[in-house]
């Protein structure tokens, strides 16, 4: 734990193409401490700190804290059953506070597998390898105080036999020349992206004002998580998220206020009077699943949406309170399932700014970690085949 998986995929492969939604990474998780382990309730993915994606010397994806963004994710879009079934199985998931057990006697293992979700190359597109320049895959872990449960050291939490196991499609030449004749000279992807700001709130605050750095042509919507400061080995950390006393957030960018009203909490202390409702509702309509009375989510999972801000020790201390603020501005027909317009806003050179305000200052100290998803588009030249990236 806390050190990095690089894998570096090949280039300049005639007429091939990578399919990244039927590949997946597979490893084998060991510990080597007296006593059992556990991971979190999303499994091994919540170890994963960091993904960076280099391709030559360009920087195409980075996101640090991605497994607080995919722990909110899992809790927006996976139902429980899947958790307790699948995703135990793939990559040791649970539908309570904690997944699955790694013990510290026989069966001290655990082999692992699961798709590089939340990254550009989870586009619905195939990735071309006939570029010059390769395609690097930067894993970097996070430390097994943060990221397990349990009192192993990082030294004692070893990865072994790692694989990318890829599925490839390779064109035959009459076909590569009839779609590269098609193309115009260049393969352009569109690729759904993440950026990552951290802003801290103290025991002794009641409102938080974070300008977020954000820079891009088109930023789709806005999630945010309240988790705390500090890691206890024994609790769930990663995926344990506060409400906290929460009365009103909105964003700002360019002085222009998003949305026009504010998105208003209970700012409650008691956990029964339906806090979370309002904030809910609008991360629904960013998954455009408001109406879709048949989606799948896990937010009552654990202590569920109104926990205030428990200590991740058991079940009913774990939260699963998070913000997702839509910011697209069309919706287009097909919900769920639609693939959407690229109608974000433009924030290029632009303040964009983030107000949370409180009915009381929070017992802990907490970190505010803010994704920004927009969309970014990559070209490769079929005369050159170089790669260029626009955000």
């Given at each position: 734990?806390?050190?990095?998986?690089?894998?570096?995929?090949?280039?300049?492969?005639?007429?091939?193409?990578?399919?990244?939604?039927?590949?997946?990474?597979?490893?084998?998780?060991?510990?080597?401490?007296?006593?059992?382990?556990?991971?979190?309730?999303?499994?091994?993915?919540?170890?994963?700190?960091?993904?960076?994606?280099?391709?030559?010397?360009?920087?195409?994806?980075?996101?640090?804290?991605?497994?607080?963004?995919?722990?909110?994710?899992?809790?927006?879009?996976?139902?429980?059953?899947?958790?307790?079934?699948?995703?135990?199985?793939?990559?040791?998931?649970?539908?309570?506070?904690?997944?699955?057990?790694?013990?510290?006697?026989?069966?001290?293992?655990?082999?692992?597998?699961?798709?590089?979700?939340?990254?550009?190359?989870?586009?619905?597109?195939?990735?071309?390898?006939?570029?010059?320049?390769?395609?690097?895959?930067?894993?970097?872990?996070?430390?097994?105080?943060?990221?397990?449960?349990?009192?192993?050291?990082?030294?004692?939490?070893?990865?072994?036999?790692?694989?990318?196991?890829?599925?490839?499609?390779?064109?035959?030449?009459?076909?590569?020349?009839?779609?590269?004749?098609?193309?115009?000279?260049?393969?352009?992807?569109?690729?759904p992206s993440y950026q990552h700001h951290q802003a801290s709130l103290s025991?002794?605050?009641?409102?938080?004002?974070?300008?977020?750095?954000?820079?891009?042509?088109?930023?789709?919507?806005?999630?945010?998580?309240?988790?705390?400061?500090?890691?206890?080995?024994?609790?769930?950390?990663?995926?344990n998220r506060s409400r906290l006393r929460l009365n009103r957030f909105f964003?700002?960018?360019?002085?222009?206020?998003?949305?026009?009203?504010?998105?208003?909490?209970?700012?409650?202390?008691?956990?029964?009077?339906?806090?979370?409702?309002?904030?809910?509702?609008?991360?629904?309509?960013?998954?455009?699943?408001?109406?879709?009375?048949?989606?799948?989510?896990?937010?009552?999972?654990?202590?569920?949406?109104?926990?205030?801000?428990?200590?991740?020790?058991?079940?009913?201390?774990?939260?699963?309170?998070?913000?997702?603020?839509?910011?697209?501005?069309?919706?287009?027909?097909?919900?769920?399932?639609?693939?959407?317009?690229?109608?974000?806003?433009?924030?290029?050179?632009?303040?964009?700014?983030?107000?949370?305000?409180?009915?009381?200052?929070?017992?802990?100290?907490?970190?505010?970690?803010?994704?920004?998803?927009?969309?970014?588009?990559?070209?490769?030249?079929?005369?050159?085949?170089?790669?260029?990236?626009?955000?």
């Amino acid at each position: 734990m806390n050190s990095q998986i690089i894998f570096d995929l090949p280039a300049n492969l005639n007429n091939t193409f990578c399919d990244f939604q039927s590949s997946y990474i597979k490893a084998t998780v060991n510990n080597g401490d007296g006593a059992d382990i556990k991971f979190s309730g999303g499994g091994f993915p919540s170890c994963i700190k960091q993904i960076v994606l280099e391709l030559g010397g360009q920087t195409l994806f980075s996101c640090d804290n991605w497994n607080t963004l995919y722990e909110m994710m899992l809790s927006l879009d996976t139902s429980a059953s899947f958790r307790n079934n699948a995703g135990q199985r793939l990559f040791g998931a649970g539908g309570d506070f904690d997944g699955a057990t790694i013990a510290h006697t026989t069966n001290n293992s655990r082999q692992v597998v699961f798709p590089l979700v939340l990254t550009p190359l989870m586009c619905n597109r195939y990735f071309p390898l006939i570029g010059r320049d390769r395609l690097r895959i930067r894993i970097i872990l996070d430390t097994s105080a943060r990221s397990l449960l349990g009192a192993a050291t990082d030294a004692e939490v070893t990865i072994t036999d790692v694989a990318l196991v890829t599925y490839n499609l390779e064109l035959g030449s009459d076909v590569m020349s009839m779609v590269a004749a098609n193309s115009g000279g260049a393969f352009k992807i569109a690729m759904p992206s993440y950026q990552h700001h951290q802003a801290s709130l103290s025991s002794s605050a009641t409102s938080l004002v974070a300008t977020l750095g954000f820079s891009m042509s088109s930023l789709n919507r806005i999630l945010i998580a309240q988790t705390r400061q500090t890691a206890v080995a024994a609790n769930n950390h990663i995926g344990n998220r506060s409400r906290l006393r929460l009365n009103r957030f909105f964003v700002t960018i360019g002085g222009v206020k998003y949305p026009m009203r504010d998105v208003q909490d209970l700012g409650v202390a008691a956990t029964t009077t339906g806090a979370g409702a309002e904030p809910f509702a609008e991360a629904l309509i960013s998954q455009r699943a408001l109406c879709a009375w048949s989606h799948d989510s896990s937010i009552a999972v654990d202590g569920g949406f109104a926990v205030l801000e428990g200590a991740g020790n058991n079940s009913g201390a774990t939260g699963s309170f998070l913000i997702d603020l839509d910011l697209e501005s069309q919706r287009v027909a097909g919900g769920e399932s639609s693939v959407g317009l690229v109608a974000g806003v433009n924030c290029i050179g632009q303040v964009v700014q983030l107000t949370m305000e409180y009915s009381a200052s929070a017992t802990n100290d907490h970190v505010v970690d803010v994704f920004g998803e927009h969309t970014i588009l990559c070209s490769l030249d079929l005369n050159t085949l170089t790669w260029s990236i626009a955000v």
